[in-house]
């Protein structure tokens, strides 16, 4: 059996206008990941990552908290985000102020969940953005080259938190509600565990935050 270890990006720039940086904590999340890993003797035999720039800094922040910065990543664009200001476009066309107070803000993901659905279930097409269905191909075909090529190793995957939700969705079966849930609940820098064989994934842990888990670090548990 292999194991993957799905890790959502650091804390990336939410309400600024380049959401596709890492904010400074969002930095030290996945230093500390990186760190905790070391301390524990883990070292992935592969690394595959989305072509965002969150994925990069994520993946450079936990190789510099690890050591392996000789490690060099796979590049798969199909584990990107959905771009979620086109979601939002597709049910709410009208400009939106930007999302700086807590009714902005639970606006904002309101009308995500709602774009979310209609989007799943091909009611709209959000601008520039595929059918759902080829954005879960683009993600299940990054999980098949890891079963083809990385039988019986250690592979850490860095994305975001929609293609994770959907990882885990696919393999639990879940409703496209559920989904969507699990979406909005992974934590920066959280990871994910699949054991995989070549018929099948396996879910062994979700949303997990180890590397967090000392009141030294209760300030940097982020959702954004």
Same mark, same amino acid.
């Given at each position: 059996?292999? *194991?993957?270890?799905?890790?959502?990006?650091?804390?990336?720039?939410?309400?600024?206008?380049?959401?596709?940086?890492?904010?400074?904590?969002?930095?030290?999340?996945?230093?500390? +990941?990186?760190?905790?890993? /070391?301390?524990?003797?883990?070292?992935?035999?592969?690394?595959?990552?989305?072509? +965002?720039?969150?994925?990069?800094?994520?993946?450079?922040?936990?190789?510099?908290? /690890?050591?392996?910065?000789?490690?060099?990543?796979?590049?798969?664009?199909?584990?990107?985000?959905?771009?979620?200001?086109?979601?939002?476009?597709?049910?709410?066309?009208?400009?939106?102020?930007?999302?700086?107070?807590?009714?902005?803000?639970?606006?904002?993901?309101?009308?995500?969940?709602?774009?979310?659905?209609?989007?799943?279930?091909?009611?709209?097409?959000?601008?520039?953005?595929?059918?759902?269905?080829?954005?879960?191909?683009?993600?299940?075909?990054?999980?098949?080259?890891?079963?083809?090529?990385?039988?019986?190793?250690?592979?850490?995957?860095?994305?975001?938190?929609?293609?994770?939700?959907?990882?885990?969705?696919?393999?639990?079966?879940?409703?496209?509600? *559920?989904?969507?849930?699990?979406?909005?609940?992974?934590?920066?820098?959280?990871?994910?565990? +699949?054991?995989?064989?070549?018929?099948?994934?396996?879910?062994? *842990?979700?949303?997990?935050?180890?590397?967090?888990?000392?009141? *030294?670090?209760?300030?940097?548990?982020?959702?954004?």
């Amino acid at each position: 059996m292999g *194991t993957i270890y799905l890790v959502r990006h650091g804390q990336a720039s939410f309400g600024a206008d380049d959401y596709d940086q890492l904010s400074d904590l969002g930095r030290q999340q996945s230093v500390q +990941l990186g760190r905790y890993w /070391a301390q524990r003797g883990f070292k992935p035999d592969a690394v595959i990552t989305g072509s +965002l720039k969150r994925h990069a800094q994520t993946w450079a922040g936990i190789a510099e908290g /690890a050591g392996v910065a000789d490690l060099s990543p796979l590049v798969w664009p199909g584990l990107n985000e959905y771009d979620s200001h086109a979601v939002i476009q597709a049910v709410h066309p009208n400009p939106l102020p930007r999302p700086d107070t807590p009714e902005l803000y639970k606006q904002h993901f309101r009308l995500l969940r709602d774009g979310l659905a209609l989007w799943m279930a091909g009611t709209v097409t959000p601008h520039g953005m595929p059918s759902y269905e080829d954005f879960v191909q683009g993600i299940t075909q990054a999980l098949d080259h890891v079963r083809t090529h990385h039988q019986g190793q250690k592979v850490v995957i860095v994305s975001s938190g929609g293609p994770i939700a959907t990882i885990v969705g696919q393999i639990l079966g879940t409703s496209p509600e *559920t989904t969507i849930e699990l979406n909005m609940r992974i934590r920066n820098s959280a990871v994910c565990e +699949l054991q995989f064989n070549p018929k099948r994934h396996t879910l062994l *842990t979700y949303n997990t935050l180890p590397h967090l888990d000392d009141p *030294t670090f209760k300030d940097w548990i982020t959702y954004a």
